[in-house]
């Protein structure tokens, strides 16, 4: 009789992918137009993996600051954001009344990156009237 030893897997390996970070840096102001953008990079990433070349394949992935566990530390909380904005693919910076302190340490953490690169939007807020 033989056994068997180890666990058994009911899913093949999974495929290897490369995966693009988008940093998504922004105030608390702009939650609307944080979530359009992020699921147009959802979208986008569905797009490319269901009629992409299966032998390119990656993910775009939106790393949203809102989305962490809360903290409670004496250290300044917005250390891991600043990390993560700089060591993204590409950081999206949304802003519409001001900037932020938290959202300015992280633009200039991009900014001494070069390998970093950065998108920055300045835009009215949702249902404001153009002048």
């Given at each position: 009789m033989?056994?068997?030893a180890?666990?058994?897997?009911?899913?093949?390996?999974?495929?290897?992918?490369?995966?693009?970070?988008?940093?998504?840096?922004?105030?608390?102001?702009v939650?609307?137009?944080?979530d359009?953008?992020?699921?147009?990079v959802r979208?986008?990433n569905?797009?490319?993996?269901?009629?992409?070349d299966p032998?390119?394949?990656?993910?775009?992935?939106?790393?949203?600051?809102?989305l962490?566990?809360p903290?409670r530390?004496q250290t300044?909380?917005?250390e891991?954001f600043v990390r993560?904005?700089?060591?993204?693919h590409?950081t999206?910076?949304?802003l519409?009344?001001?900037?932020?302190?938290g959202?300015?340490?992280e633009?200039?953490?991009v900014?001494?990156?070069?390998?970093?690169?950065l998108?920055v939007l300045?835009?009215?807020?949702?249902?404001?009237?153009a002048?």
């Amino acid at each position: 009789m033989t056994v068997e030893a180890g666990p058994k897997y009911f899913l093949r390996p999974g495929d290897q992918a490369s995966e693009f970070v988008f940093f998504l840096s922004s105030g608390s102001d702009v939650v609307t137009e944080r979530d359009l953008f992020d699921a147009m990079v959802r979208t986008t990433n569905d797009q490319f993996r269901l009629r992409g070349d299966p032998s390119r394949r990656f993910n775009l992935v939106v790393d949203r600051w809102e989305l962490d566990a809360p903290r409670r530390n004496q250290t300044w909380l917005n250390e891991e954001f600043v990390r993560r904005a700089a060591s993204a693919h590409c950081t999206v910076v949304l802003l519409s009344a001001d900037i932020r302190p938290g959202t300015l340490e992280e633009l200039e953490a991009v900014l001494a990156e070069p390998s970093v690169q950065l998108a920055v939007l300045w835009m009215k807020p949702l249902g404001a009237q153009a002048v």
